[in-house]
């Protein structure tokens, strides 16, 4: 056989061989996902604790935010995406209306699709409550118009002194609150200072209640 006959067959073959044996960009995976919720900036994601990748927040506050870390990876890698920092006033994680695939093997599906969801963060509201004792009961505590309200139990004013409180449905950051007295005490009536805000990124513990006699 002449041998420029060889040479070409030569390079078919070891075309083959190499495509056999894989290693090309098609074999490789994308590590992408979407994040819901995203009201306010500074989520940082990472893969594998080493790839970062920043999200900011998009125009629409109802629409989801895609991601793709750039570094693609092979077929069998395990991945990993965690929340390295959490946004301004929220805390994220796994959306907990789908499966949770934050961590899982390229390839064991066809793509990689990891879904996340971010929820603005609550903080209780309360503070002091002073002048009732086991005998004044029946004060109730509401926040505006959230059907959430605080009552005072025996044990809680038996012992004659201030005692602390907290109302039991809790404030969104950025959320207003607004405390009143929809029932006063037996024999007393209580005035609240510090009643309205808005709330921030800290527990709430100024609101406080002084009752007086009658």
């Given at each position: 056989?002449?041998?420029?006959?060889?040479?070409?067959?030569?390079?078919?073959?070891?075309?083959?061989?190499?495509?056999?044996?894989?290693?090309?960009?098609?074999?490789?995976?994308?590590?992408?996902?979407?994040?819901?919720?995203?009201?306010?900036?500074?989520l940082?994601?990472?893969?594998?604790?080493?790839?970062?990748?920043?999200?900011?927040?998009?125009?629409?506050?109802?629409?989801?935010?895609?991601?793709?870390?750039?570094?693609?990876?092979?077929?069998?890698?395990?991945?990993?995406?965690?929340i390295?920092?959490?946004?301004?006033?929220q805390?994220?994680?796994?959306?907990?209306?789908?499966?949770?695939?934050?961590?899982?093997?390229?390839?064991?599906?066809?793509?990689?699709?990891?879904?996340?969801?971010?929820?603005?963060?609550?903080?209780?509201?309360?503070?002091?409550?002073?002048?009732?004792?086991?005998?004044?009961?029946?004060?109730?505590?509401?926040?505006?118009?959230?059907?959430?309200?605080?009552?005072?139990?025996t044990?809680?004013?038996?012992?004659?002194?201030?005692?602390?409180?907290?109302?039991?449905?809790?404030?969104?950051?950025?959320s207003?609150?607004?405390?009143?007295?929809?029932?006063?005490?037996v024999?007393?009536?209580?005035?609240?200072?510090?009643?309205?805000?808005?709330?921030?990124?800290?527990?709430?513990?100024?609101?406080?209640?002084?009752?007086?006699?009658?």
């Amino acid at each position: 056989m002449k041998s420029y006959l060889i040479r070409p067959a030569g390079a078919l073959v070891l075309a083959l061989a190499l495509a056999s044996c894989g290693g090309g960009d098609d074999d490789k995976f994308t590590v992408a996902g979407s994040v819901r919720g995203l009201q306010y900036p500074g989520l940082v994601l990472q893969n594998n604790g080493g790839q970062d990748l920043t999200l900011a927040p998009p125009a629409n506050a109802t629409a989801s935010v895609s991601f793709a870390f750039p570094n693609r990876i092979e077929y069998g890698d395990v991945y990993s995406v965690s929340i390295k920092t959490n946004p301004a006033h929220q805390t994220c994680g796994a959306d907990p209306e789908v499966a949770d695939r934050r961590s899982d093997t390229a390839g064991r599906l066809a793509t990689i699709d990891v879904r996340l969801a971010c929820t603005v963060n609550v903080q209780p509201i309360g503070g002091t409550i002073t002048g009732l004792t086991k005998d004044t009961t029946g004060l109730v505590l509401a926040n505006g118009s959230n059907t959430g309200t605080y009552t005072p139990t025996t044990e809680a004013i038996t012992a004659d002194k201030p005692f602390e409180y907290s109302l039991p449905v809790q404030v969104a950051y950025g959320s207003t609150y607004s405390v009143t007295v929809i029932t006063q005490p037996v024999g007393r009536f209580c005035t609240v200072a510090n009643a309205a805000g808005v709330m921030g990124d800290e527990q709430i513990k100024n609101i406080n209640v002084t009752c007086v006699p009658r």
